[in-house]
């Protein structure tokens, strides 16, 4: 008689590769200190601390009483991506028509259907690092092999067109890269871009992702997608979304623009597995796209006024070497001078020891820089109030002051 009182669970290899996301680890830790009545200020995540804007709202309550509650199309509803191509045009000087656009259930789907659908068990993915936790992970769901190019501080986190050419391989398919980049907020200007775009005119087989997600939040003035050089437009695919210019991020929704093949590829994978995204979701983006970017702007202004502060709070801190961000909501800062030092017989030898320390000790949730493939480091979010901001980095100073 078979005996079924054990039952092992035998997981996919795939899945036992895949590493937890460091962002959603430290957030959940820092909301397990909280249930103990600590009081802990979250620095970890990349939301937005501001409410939707009302008119987006006011078009989602509209769409459902208007009764928008069916399956929506998998690539999304034309007039949505009809918006998209529209703001794309307006705003980034970049044309695609409505069927080149495929919206998904947040940008990092978006990621994952390209990812998917371009690159094969073997194929070299290069990378910029820092780089955002998940792109590495996909390739890894992909079978492909991520390649990293190393940027420093020193430069401003940004590659040089001699590392990318140098990191080419007969077996390369593909480069990924944020402007503004999340973890560091570095932005590449669009003669930076023809830089890089120069090299990818010698390499026809490579198609470019190109993350924009925080697009509207920059302080060094317009924004520029490689997508503009005509040259290499048909193998770059724009990935943006809702989530960070309009404090849009639990509506869940993003897009893609590519050539029709890659678009229609991705709607014949997104078809399988989540299909069209949440219809009301859909018609609020529309209102988003249309509505102006008012409320955008005094975001991006709020946030710049907060990375000043925190810019200034972090330089006086000893031992801390930061630079300046030109985008997004983060610092990345340099805080190899505190690993090898030690609290109360604690050895502080890695980043993440360094962030479980700071959320132990002051009390304030960061995420290490090796999620984001540099290990000197560790992300700082500043999407929070001054005040909890200035209470935070008091906190840190004085708990890195005790290491010895």
């Known amino acids: 008689m078979l005996n079924f009182s054990f039952i092992m669970t035998v997981l996919s290899q795939r899945i036992e590769n ?28 990349g939301e937005p601390d501001f ?36 703001k794309l045009k307006r705003e980034n000087n970049l044309d695609y028509t409505f069927d080149q656009i495929v919206v998904s259930t947040g940008a990092k789907q978006s990621l994952a259907n390209a990812i ?15 780089y955002w936790v998940s792109y590495s992970e996909m390739v890894k769901l992909a079978e492909g092999i991520s390649v990293f190019i190393d940027a420093t501080v020193e430069n401003n986190f940004k590659i040089t067109p001699q590392q990318l050419e140098a990191a ?46 925080y697009e509207h939040i920059n302080f060094v003035g317009g924004h520029h997608s490689i997508a503009q050089f005509a040259s290499i ?35 014949k ?22 509505g102006g970017l008012k409320s955008v702007h005094e975001m991006r202004d709020a946030f710049q006024k907060r990375r000043d502060l925190v810019y200034g ?28 030092k030690s609290f109360n017989g604690t050895p502080i030898n890695t980043a993440e020891d360094l962030s479980l320390f700071i959320l132990n000790e002051a009390h304030v949730s960061t995420v290490t820089g090796e999620a984001f493939g540099n ?17 935070a980095m008091s906190n840190i100073k004085k708990a890195l002051s005790q290491l010895v």
Not at 326 to 336: K, L, M, N, R, V
């Open 375 to 391: 290990p000197d480091c560790i992300r700082i979010s500043y999407a929070a109030s001054e005040e909890e901001l200035i209470t």
């Open 18 to 45: 895949l590493s937890e996301s460091q962002t959603i680890k430290m957030a959940k830790l820092g909301r397990e200190l909280s249930a103990k009545g600590i009081s802990v200020i979250n620095l970890s995540f």
């Open 116 to 130: 998917l659908c371009i690159i094969n068990p073997g194929d070299e993915l290069i990378v910029p690092t820092p």
């Open 168 to 213: 080419i391989t007969p077996r390369t398919k593909m480069f990924m890269f944020s402007s503004p980049c999340n973890p560091t907020g570095s932005v590449y200007s669009k003669e930076e871009l023809e830089g890089l775009v120069k090299v990818f005119e010698k390499y026809p087989n490579i198609y470019i992702i190109s993350d924009e997600i």
């Open 313 to 340: 709070l972090l330089t006086e801190i000893d031992g801390v070497k930061v630079n300046l961000p030109d985008g997004a909501f983060y610092f990345f800062p340099d805080i190899t001078a505190f690993l090898g």
């Open 233 to 267: 437009k048909n193998r770059v695919i724009v990935v943006n979304g809702f989530s960070k210019s309009f404090a849009m991020t639990g509506w869940r929704i993003g897009y893609m623009a590519a050539s029709k093949e890659i678009a229609n590829a991705c709607d």
């Open 269 to 290: 994978l997104q078809g399988q597995i989540t299909s069209g995204s949440c219809s009301i979701t859909q018609k609020a983006a529309v209102a988003a796209c249309n």
């Open 51 to 86: 409410s939707t804007p009302q008119y987006i709202k006011d078009a989602a309550k509209d769409a459902m009483d208007k009764n928008f509650t069916y399956y929506t199309p998998v690539s999304g509803y034309p007039d949505l991506r009809k918006a998209i191509a529209d």
